[in-house]
């Protein structure tokens, strides 16, 4: 980056959550000062979740008791948005087969639709998002509903979610299995990469620019592709370097940080991919069976550099270091082979 700040060229900053703001229930480093600094500088921010399992009410309520100060119309969750296409699509009082938390039902309640949980009370439509508690009875009951004509949507298809221990099975992997038992796919899927949630985010722009900020190429940073929005990856939660460099054209964001720091801190941000394949001190080149980088400089720089190589040329095989600072810049990257 040069010495603008990134920042500074958005009118509306959208962040995800989970990974990127919080991981479960703690406020990751550096997100509580990052918000206030966006607040006092009198930024809009925005908050995008697929995580169905709160209403944006508590959402809000979560985020400031971590010091993050939030309103509920800041927050657009897709529990709420797969419900309001439901309720846009349904007579009022036509029965939903719920399968996911209480929020979800709520939702479903809220927009003038009634929340059931069998096949047996006839349900026109299947909602599902994810629910800790959901299990097997949950998705067979989902199963008679669809084969029955009951239209499926998903309020997002997200694989994993973040953890302390590491990724756990998301909504998506729920979905996939109701989907292998069904052998076909939901109607609809609300949440990102789908992108209403961004594109609705944005109109509050006033005119202005949007990025959005994320820590998922799959979610975050396809939605907001989608969206025709410009988008940050922090390396704060599940995409790591080595996913970056494999990433197809629809998962590539526009820049990369190790975290929040990259919206304030020219130095803590890159744009990928690089301009040329000698970027920072940096150079990489390719042989049959593996890619070499030599040289020296940021980590985020040799990163962006091998992006533009990855998503230009494809090389097979591993990345080496043809120079100890590019060992030590591999190591800091995840990328050491």
């Given at each position: 980056m040069s010495g603008d700040r990134l920042v500074d060229g958005y009118a509306l900053v959208v962040f995800d959550l989970d990974g990127v703001i919080y991981l479960i229930d703690q406020p990751i480093p550096g997100a509580v000062d990052t918000v206030a600094r966006l607040h006092g500088e009198g930024r809009a921010v925005a908050y995008a979740t697929n995580n169905a399992s709160r209403r944006a009410a508590d959402v809000a309520d979560l985020l400031t008791g971590m010091g993050v100060p939030a309103r509920p119309d800041e927050v657009l969750t897709s529990a709420a948005a797969a419900a309001q296409l439901l309720g846009e699509r349904l007579p009022t009082g036509a029965p939903v087969l719920v399968v996911g938390a209480e929020a979800l039902r709520t939702e479903i309640s809220d927009v003038g639709l009634t929340p059931v949980a069998t096949a047996d009370e006839a349900p026109v439509a299947v909602i599902q998002g994810y629910g800790p508690q959901v299990g097997w009875a949950d998705l067979a009951e989902a199963a008679?509903?669809?084969?029955?004509?009951?239209?499926?949507?998903?309020?997002?298809?997200d694989r994993t979610l973040p953890s302390g221990r590491g990724p756990l099975p998301g909504n998506g992997a729920l979905v996939a299995a109701l989907a292998t038992a069904l052998g076909r796919d939901p109607d609809e899927i609300v949440g990102k990469p789908a992108p209403e949630l961004f594109a609705t985010a944005a109109r509050r722009a006033d005119g202005g620019r949007t990025v959005v900020v994320g820590?998922?190429?799959?979610?975050?940073?396809?939605?907001?592709?989608?969206?025709?929005?410009?988008?940050?990856?922090?390396?704060?939660?599940?995409?790591?370097?080595?996913?970056?460099?494999?990433?197809?054209?629809?998962?590539?964001?526009?820049?990369v940080s190790w975290d929040l720091t990259g919206l304030f801190d020219p130095d803590s941000v890159v744009r990928v991919p690089a301009a040329d394949a000698d970027h920072g001190g940096w150079q990489v080149t390719t042989g049959t069976d593996e890619w070499r980088l030599s040289g020296s400089g940021r980590a985020l720089d040799a990163l962006a550099a091998l992006c533009a190589v990855a998503w230009h040329s494809h090389p097979a095989g591993p990345v080496r270091p043809a120079s100890p600072e590019a060992a030590q810049a591999l190591k800091k990257l995840g990328l050491a082979a």
């Open positions: 008679v509903a669809v084969r029955a004509g009951a239209t499926w949507v998903a309020t997002n298809t820590d998922r190429l799959d979610t975050d940073i396809e939605g907001a592709n989608r969206a025709g929005l410009d988008s940050l990856l922090v390396l704060t939660g599940v995409s790591d370097a080595a996913e970056l460099l494999a990433a197809p054209a629809e998962r590539r964001p526009t820049y």
